[in-house]
Every structure is written in C-alpha cells, then in structure tokens.
C-alpha cells in the first residue's frame, strides 16, 4: 500500500494537467492558432528523415534576410502532440524579424528517448546546413517546452552535441526522469533506473553548454518548478551562464504563449 501511495504521489506531482486551469481549452486553442497561421503564411517543410515524423516546419519572414532562427521543440511527455502544437509561436519570433521553425520528432512507444535526441539533432543539421538557401543568418537558438525541452538539453550534451547553437530557451522543462520510472508517465518509455539518470540533465556534466534562460509558470506543477530551481543551480556551477525567470499566471501550458517576451527582453 505504501508503495502504491508513492507512485500515485509521483504521478499526481508529474501530472501538469492536474495543476493547470483547462489544459484541454489550451491546447485547442494554439492548434486554431497555429492552423490560421499555415493558412495565411505557409512554412517551408523540410525533411531529415524518410518519415513523417521526421521534418521542419520552417516559418520564414516577409522580406530578405539574413534572420536569425528560433528552432522549437514541442512537448507532450515524449509521447504526444506535432510540430503543429506550437507552429502558433511562429507569429511573435515573425513581427520580430525572426524564422521559427517548429521540429517534429518521432514518438514513444516507437521510437526511445535517445533516438528522439538523435532526431532532433538531425533536425537542426538540416536547419544549418540549408540555412543560406532560406536566408537564415546561421545564428541558431534551440527551444523547448516540457519534455522538448529535456530534448533540447540532451541534444547539446555529449560526444555527439550540437555546436554552434547560440542559447537555449527552455520552458516548464523535465530534467530530471528518475522520478517517472514505474509511473503510468513511463509506460510507453520503459525506463529503467540506469536509462533514467543517464536521459536526465541534472545528472550530468553541463560544461560547454551555450546560455540558458529557463522559464516556468507560477501554476506549474510544483516539482517542475522545483527541477527549474536546481537546473540553474548544477549550470551555475557548471560555468554556463542562466537565467530563471517565472511568468505570472501562466500554467505549464499557456506558459509557450507569452515566451517570445522573456527571450526578446533578454536578448534585447
């Protein structure tokens, strides 16, 4: 019983739609925004795989370039949503002079979490590589939200790590998967304890990374924001320059909505 207790506080703590107001709603409402943006400013597709879960939703501006780019990685617990879930976000990097591009990324229980990483790897390498030919100025920023934003950190971390990205813009993040393990959460991913801490930021080295500037939510669940807390604290250590910041009234949802305001004041 008291084990059943413990997975079920877990998954109560690692639920973000049990602390949100109507994540449902949410999420509807960004898919209608980002519909009526593809309808009225198509973006590119690019491919980097053979799959459909493995392309670019690239959003370029009107006019010539060079404009540097906001590459994004989409949440859902590595094991929902599209690139569409935040096509949305396209509209305020746009007004700004900026490309956006949103990455899909194949899913659990298919694909793990380290062919995840690999893809969106893949996905910002074509990015680069066919920058020039978009009128990208070759200045890329990486973004995630939630899980994306686990995937955004992976993917500048070891042996195989993305060079050259200019900062990371992570939102209501997940950096640490041990406490999933076991969890209704871990059931398409099959974690084991060992694959857990390894796929976790905080339990690694984060020398070398590029700035981040971590955004969560004031209703985020409260282990989120708590893992916020410590990523700043490992990078801190770590030499990388970070920044916290918490938006006011926003859920773990809506927080993607207001994001292009903390990364343009800081990058002002």
């Not at 597709?45 to 879960?53: I, K, Q």
């Not at 062919?115 to 390498?125: E, F, H, K, N």
Request: aromatic fraction near 8%; include cysteine; glycine fraction near 10%.
């Amino acid at each position: 019983m008291l084990r059943d207790a413990e997975f079920a506080a877990r998954e109560h703590a690692y639920s973000p739609s049990r602390w949100a107001r109507n994540h449902e709603a949410t999420l509807a409402r960004q898919a209608r925004l980002g519909e009526q943006l593809r309808t009225s400013h198509s973006p590119e597709r690019l491919a980097y795989g053979s799959a459909p879960s493995e392309g670019v939703n690239l959003f370029l501006p009107e006019g010539e370039g060079p404009w540097p780019l906001m590459a994004f990685l989409h949440g859902g617990y590595w094991q929902e949503l599209t690139a569409s879930a935040t096509d949305f976000m396209a509209l305020h990097w746009l007004k700004q002079g900026w490309a956006f591009a949103s990455l899909d990324y194949p899913l659990a229980p298919e694909a793990s979490i380290e062919t995840m990483v690999a893809s969106c790897q893949q996905g910002v390498d074509v990015l680069r590589r066919k920058a020039s030919g978009y009128g990208l100025s070759g200045r890329i920023h990486l973004g995630g939200h939630s899980a994306g934003a686990q995937l955004a950190l992976m993917s500048c971390l070891g042996k195989t790590a993305l060079c050259d990205i200019e900062s990371l813009l992570l939102a209501s993040g997940i950096y640490d998967l041990r406490p999933l393990v076991g969890t209704y959460i871990d059931a398409p991913l099959g974690l084991d304890a060992e694959q857990a801490e390894h796929l976790s930021p905080l339990c690694q080295a984060l020398q070398g990374l590029p700035p981040l500037q971590l955004v969560h939510g004031e209703l985020d669940p409260p282990a989120f924001r708590t893992q916020g807390e410590a990523m700043k604290v490992l990078a801190q250590a770590s030499g990388v320059e970070v920044g916290l910041s918490s938006r006011a009234g926003c859920d773990h949802f809506d927080i993607i909505e207001s994001l292009h305001q903390e990364f343009m004041f800081f990058n002002g």
